[in-house]
């Protein structure tokens, strides 16, 4: 099996191929990409060194899947390319998520909408950490209406961001990503605004989600702030249900659906951070509640690690999937 990494120099992209090696996928070659000014150097998997392509010499290498990590433009121009020559392309970027003809997949919820598309969307990372604890609970319960908080690290915006994190901290000069400092400070901006005053982000959560849950009647509003933390995004979701329920039953659903951890014992300080869920592959449910103000409500916190589950881990999950269904031998 061929699989391309599109932006393999990248947060996203240095993750894709640690879980790579560590899921055991069939590499039987590996194409890394990335732009102009790292064609040419070498990088290191499964103990060989790969030399760096561009994205041109990739399509005619025919890959089998297409990883793809490198911004909204790079997708839409070159996703099609490589799914003209029968390639599946996974995509990490925003460019396909609500393109209707595009499955939006999270692996546990609806690998079933993929068929026999070419290009696959993966979802924003703090919905995809969302609705993985949200969609066995609409299925019990049914949702009605999401308020959402989100506490996300810098790392969502790359390494730049991290950059200026570091240097704050120092003291020392570096290039600014955010319109104020980071460091010890909350910015209630993740990505720019829209016209309706939200931040593209908070759309995201809100399209997405109706769209992975395959439900566009559940009422969405959300808030998402940049907070001084390298890696892990933390939410406070507040969640409105059609029908009642009992806490331990929330609890064990939540227990017994595969990628989540729940962390919740108050006494022990037992609940999900982001410094905990760093480097590891589940998504993270604590503080589990019931909102007293609402007759059928309830609080989640819900974290995960944004550049595994948010982003690489779901991507390699999918081929390795699609392997698994001999869509690729």
């Not at 070498?42 to 994205?55: N, V």
């Not at 609409?138 to 949702?143: G, P």
């Not at 951890?261 to 982001?274: L, R």
Request: with cysteine.
């Amino acid at each position: 099996m061929k699989i391309a990494i599109i932006g393999v120099t990248g947060l996203v992209g240095t993750e894709m191929l640690r879980l790579l090696e560590e899921f055991g996928t069939s590499v039987a070659e590996l194409i890394p990409v990335a732009s102009e000014r790292s064609v040419g150097k070498t990088i290191s998997f499964k103990g060989q060194e790969f030399t760096i392509i561009d994205i041109d010499s990739a399509i005619q290498k025919r890959p089998d899947f297409a990883l793809f990590s490198a911004g909204g433009q790079t997708s839409l121009t070159h996703a099609p390319r490589f799914a003209e020559v029968g390639t599946i392309v996974i995509d990490n970027s925003s460019a396909w998520r609500m393109h209707k003809s595009v499955p939006l997949v999270v692996t546990e919820i609806n690998l079933h909408t993929i068929g026999d598309s070419r290009i696959i969307a993966n979802p924003n990372c703090s919905t995809i950490q969302m609705v993985m604890a949200l969609a066995p609970l609409h299925k019990a319960f049914v949702i009605k209406r999401l308020v959402i908080a989100t506490y996300q690290s810098v790392s969502g915006t790359g390494k730049a961001a991290l950059d200026q994190l570091q240097s704050e901290k120092e003291g020392t000069e570096a290039q600014r990503v955010y319109p104020h400092p980071i460091e010890g400070n909350c910015i209630p901006q993740c990505d720019v605004f829209t016209d309706n005053d939200y931040t593209k982000e908070e759309m995201k959560m809100v399209n997405e989600t109706r769209k992975i849950l395959a439900d566009d009647t559940i009422r969405i509003t959300a808030t998402c702030a940049r907070v001084p933390v390298r890696i892990g995004h933390s939410e406070a979701i507040n969640i409105e249900f059609e029908r009642d329920f009992e806490i331990q039953s929330v609890k064990n659903i939540l227990k017994t659906t595969k990628g989540i951890i729940v962390m919740d014992d108050n006494q022990q300080a037992s609940y999900p951070t982001p410094l905990f869920a760093e480097g590891k592959n589940e998504v993270f449910v604590g503080r589990i509640r019931r909102d007293d103000s609402l007759p059928s409500g309830l609080n989640l916190w819900i974290v995960a690690d944004n550049l595994r589950k948010g982003a690489a881990t779901n991507a390699v999950q999918i081929v390795n999937a699609l392997v698994k269904r001999k869509v690729i031998t």
